[in-house]
Every structure is written in structure tokens, then in C-alpha cells.
């Protein structure tokens, strides 16, 4: 879990979208697509922080749980079963990169915020900063991040997430799984297309010749 203000390293402004607006999950699916990357041979990596025991904390692994079996490309780390937190953290990432070659990795985390902002989710460039928001110091992690904001920041941060509903986080998790796996489905065609393009341009200058 992170607080909201000044602690993520991005260098492009969010981008958010309210939980129960029409069309949330597409509308967070194209927020996605923007801040990916465009060459399209990256392995994308999705990092889903938290720990299911704590409610407000554990919108990461509840995430990670609903797209274990939905996504045929994206690798997924974090979720109920093995969840991502602040004792293993530094240990996935390594992981990570020793197992994925150049990896681009999507950070998702719970956030508290403004009690105006709070059933936002928030998508940007940059890493975002985990265990901030209980005062732990953890590696900075992504090169995009999606932030949930569950609850209010302020005073005592972790009784707070110990006390945010469940209905809440559920509902958020909910509609960033299926953002997520509509984004994947658009960056795959794109990918599918950019290739077959390639291919029948390869082919028409072999006729040619």
C-alpha cells in the first residue's frame, strides 16, 4: 500500500477513472495501452502488491487471484495464494528479472488519497513506492502503475486499511481485472497485426525480387 501524494516517479501526469463510472474497465483498458510500450516484444509483467490480511491491503492479491487463469500472456505474480508484500518483494523482483529478458512491469497497488478521490483508480508512468503509506521502505517498482484508492489518508494509515470495506475493494478489483484483460486482448491484435503486416510486406518483397 501506497499514499497518494508525492510518491509516485512518473513523469506523465494520471490518469483515473472512478470505479462504478459506465465503462470503467474499458476506459481503464485504453488509459493502459497509452502508457505501454510500443514495440511490442517486451514481456509484460504484472506485479500485484499486498497481503490478504489486511482488507484495504488486499486489493493486489485479489486482483492477481481473478487473472491467474484469464490472461494467455501476461505473467502474473501476486496473489492470494502467493501474494507479493513487503517481506518477498525485493526477492520477486529479482526473480523477475533473472527469469523475464528486459521485462516491462506493471506495478498494482492499494492507495489511500483524498476522501473525494476515494473508488479512483489511477494509471501513469513510473514506478510507484509500496509500504509507504505504513512507513516501510521498499524498492520502487514498475514502468507503469495501477493504484486503487481504497480509503483515507492521514492518520493512522494502517488501522485504516485494517477497516475499509471489503465491498469497496472487491468492486475496484473487479473492474481493474477486467480492464487489465481487455488490454491485453487489444495489445495482442496490435501485436498479431503489426506482424502479419510485416510478414506480407517481407513476402511482396520476395515476390520482387
Known sequence: MNLKSGLFQSDKKDERVFYEDENASKQLANMMLTCMPRLFIKPI????IGTDRSTGDSLGPLIGFKLKEELEHFHIYG???EPVHA?????TLTFINEKHHNPFIIAIDACLGRLKSV???QVAKGS???GAGVNKELPAVGDMHIT????????MEFFVLQNTRLHLVMSMADIISKGIIEAE???LNKRLSIRRDWLANKNQDSAIQ
Not at 87 to 91: A, M, R, S, T
Not at 148 to 155: A, C, K
Open 45 to 48: 509483467i504484472i506485479v500485484c
Open 79 to 81: 496473489t492470494l495464494e
Open 87 to 91: 517481506v518477498n518483494l525485493e526477492e
Open 119 to 121: 473508488g479512483y483508480i
Open 128 to 130: 510507484l513506492k509500496p
Open 148 to 155: 486503487g484508492i481504497v480509503n483515507v489518508s492521514g492518520f
Open 185 to 187: 486482448k487489444q495489445y
